[in-house]
């Protein structure tokens, strides 16, 4: 926090945000449905009947910066950090 300095921190938090607001944009234009509406950098996604989370989160473990997980009703859950990237 020191290194960055307080302006430094916003610009992260702001472009980590930014980052979920897309990725929660581009989920429902794809068809399926963002579960808790207010979220910063962690968004759980349900997927269309036709993805398997377990694949979708076995083919991009590697890929991105991101952590994958699901939840307790087999949602996906998408965790951000300063480490991911726009792709």
Known sequence: AIHHGPEGLKRIASRINEQALFLANSALQMGHEIVYKN?????AIKLSPDVNVHD??????????????TDEDDNLVVSLDQATDDR
């Open 56 to 69: 979708l989160i076995a083919l991009a473990r590697d890929s991105y910066n991101v952590l994958l997980r």
């Open 39 to 43: 979220f910063f950098d962690t968004i």
